[in-house]
């Protein structure tokens, strides 16, 4: 980044006398404010400004509430990168930066999109106005930038670069309830300044009055990071052609004083590729120490907390030519379907309207890896490729059935809520709800037996008694030989897959003799086709209980493999990260035999030029 948004540790100051008494979020919109002296409105009336309705201040507190969770307002800010696609984005960076007036740290999100004319970042920067028509983009209410930005902190300065044929032009706007509240207008009033290159230069770009204009520059200089026009200049330097850059600073804190947002570098890496969300990694779930530390790992519990968890699995399709770069380290996206056993592809018809088109709804739904030891289960819902509802329980907790049970859908028929972190209550969702909670008891009632429970459909479970009576159905003393037996790298297995394969099938004992309970689990495996239902009652099976001995095993057996796979993950990311930064060497190394290029070729030009010596 340029040097006046050069990383840094940063603190969390206040501004040098330019941040708010109040650096509570939630408590920032408590203010009273003075009444407007009545010569403000009496030079309203004069100059013909008194007919138009005014937006309080307040109001951009107020609206920026319907936030709940921080990761909710930067992920509305991916996604109006991700909307750039169709315009050319490859990345979105999200990364730390340093307010050099007062040495805080603030946010800033940088990609290479189409950028914005003067007239779209006005547009940007105005309450509920939208462009956005594509029944394919993922922003449509005009209102996700502003709501986004007031929720991380209380100042914004947006740069942004659009080449529009050969109109190439340069805007900036300073959206600051920091300024609007210490200045105490009764309005919102957002500063905007714009230039244009024209023979090479940048030069003003004047709509209204040169009064206006400088007017403008004056407020942003005296309150954002930037003490003079060529450090806001400097920042247009690595946006090249076309992009947008947003600094948000002022971050919000919480009650104990410290940023809502954990930047900090600590000697474990915690975070040093990721942000944090503070008092928000709390484990819950397992039993022994062993099964809460797999807990603390899953990308069920650590999206709460992790920006890379959370944007890992934000975007249902993974991008071919575009990437979530978070500090300096690209985001590997993860299909939660891909990381399901035995997968089942449901297909549901939901009754949209009577004079709509037939809507066919496909729900992939599967035990997750770690099954059964750990009891993850719900739904993630996505909608027009983001992830609006992760982990949905629609089952109450506390019941075997439907234990470990995961499933993933896009819901496009119904609309989610402003905050895009739940779906408007419609009858149309609580149908919804009511169908994925059948879809989840009919697979459970199905595909529990797989995972060491005992069969509730009646047939199965008779299938199921046969198949252990055929094989001599080992006591506690041979299950515990054989579960010995597995650890030492003996032959004899349970009634178990061994792998997370998907294609394994279940089998007694190595030599053969388990072949009738070995063709009923494939029998069931075979039957994974897709399936259609349709809105009528569900069905609720009864409870089912696990086989003695078995949860030991599978605890042994899921803690191994997963220590094994994250042993893998940390290798591969290693290596990723020794390849980023030769690149970047390869690439900085080329730059500068550019450089070294250019200034070899004008020291030639220069010599040829000059007179020769008489």
């Not at 007062?102 to 990609?111: A, H, I, K, R």
């Not at 609720?540 to 220590?563: Q, R």
């Not at 550019?594 to 070899?600: M, R, T, V």
């Amino acid at each position: 980044m340029p040097a006046a948004m050069a990383g840094g540790t940063g603190g969390a100051g206040g501004g040098g006398g330019r941040a708010l008494d109040c650096r509570s979020f939630w408590k920032a919109g408590a203010f009273e404010s003075a009444s407007a002296p009545s010569r403000e409105f009496h030079d309203a009336l004069e100059a013909g400004d008194f007919d138009r309705a005014r937006v309080h201040p307040k109001f951009l507190h107020t609206n920026a509430t319907s936030h709940k969770w921080a990761f909710g307002a930067i992920a509305e800010l991916l996604d109006n990168a991700v909307d750039e696609i169709c315009n050319g984005a490859t990345f979105i960076k999200v990364d730390k930066s340093v307010n050099l007036k007062d040495n805080s740290t603030m946010l800033v999100f940088q990609d290479d999109g189409g950028g914005m004319d003067p007239e779209g970042v006005r547009r940007c920067m105005s309450l509920g106005f939208s462009t956005k028509k594509s029944k394919k983009t993922i922003g449509q209410y005009g209102n996700g930038f502003k709501t986004s930005t007031m929720r991380l902190g209380a100042d914004a300065i947006v740069f942004t670069r659009a080449n529009r044929g050969s109109n190439v032009t340069l805007s900036i706007g300073l959206l600051s309830y920091t300024f609007l509240r210490r200045t105490m207008k009764d309005d919102i009033v957002v500063p905007m300044l714009d230039f244009k290159i024209q023979d090479g230069h940048i030069v003003p770009l004047v709509y209204g009055s040169q009064g206006d204009w400088d007017s403008s520059l004056k407020i942003i200089l005296e309150w954002s990071p930037f003490s003079s026009k060529e450090e806001l200049l400097q920042q247009f330097k690595d946006i090249v052609s076309h992009g947008t850059k947003v600094a948000i600073y002022n971050l919000w804190m919480n009650d104990d004083g410290l940023l809502e947002l954990d930047f900090e570098d600590d000697d474990e890496a915690r975070c040093f590729y990721d942000i944090l969300l503070r008092d928000q990694d709390k484990a819950s779930g397992g039993v022994t120490k062993a099964q809460k530390e797999i807990v603390q790992q899953h990308i069920s519990h650590r999206l709460r907390f992790s920006l890379r968890a959370y944007t890992s699995i934000l975007y249902l399709k993974k991008f071919e030519n575009f990437q979530i770069i978070l500090r300096g380290k690209p985001v590997e996206q993860i299909r939660i379907a891909d990381e399901l056993k035995f997968k089942k592809l449901v297909t549901y018809k939901p009754q949209v309207a009577h004079d709509s088109q037939v809507v066919s709804v496909k729900v992939d739904v599967g035990f997750a890896k770690e099954a059964p030891v750990l009891g993850i289960f719900g739904m993630n819902v996505y909608h027009k490729n983001r992830l609006i509802m992760p982990f949905w329980k629609v089952l109450q907790e506390g019941s075997s059935r439907g234990r470990s049970v995961v499933g993933v859908l896009e819901a496009n028929f119904i609309e989610p809520a402003h905050d895009k972190q739940d779906f408007e209550r419609t009858p149309l969702f609580i149908r919804l709800e009511a169908k994925l909670r059948q879809i989840i008891l009919d697979y459970w009632k199905e595909k529990c037996h797989l995972i060491g429970y005992q069969p509730v459909d009646p047939q199965l479970r008779s299938q199921y008694k046969a198949a252990l009576k055929d094989s001599g159905n080992p006591g506690p003393k041979s299950q515990q030989k054989a579960s010995t037996s597995r650890r030492t790298g003996g032959h004899t297995s349970n009634l178990l897959p061994e792998t997370y394969d998907d294609t394994e099938v279940i089998g007694l004992t190595a030599n053969g003799s388990g072949s009738r309970i070995r063709s009923f689990g494939q029998a069931q495996e075979n039957s994974m086709e897709s399936v259609g239902l349709d809105e009528n009652s569900v069905d609720i099976g009864s409870e089912g209980a696990l086989d003695p001995n078995v949860m030991e095993k599978l605890s042994e057996e899921n803690i191994g493999l997963f220590t094994r796979r994250e042993e893998l993950r940390q290798r591969d990311t290693q290596l990723r990260q020794t390849v980023g930064e030769l690149e970047q060497q390869l690439a900085e190394t080329k730059k500068k035999c550019a450089q070294l290029a250019d200034d070899l070729r004008i020291r030639k030009s220069q010599q040829q030029q000059q007179p020769p010596y008489i």
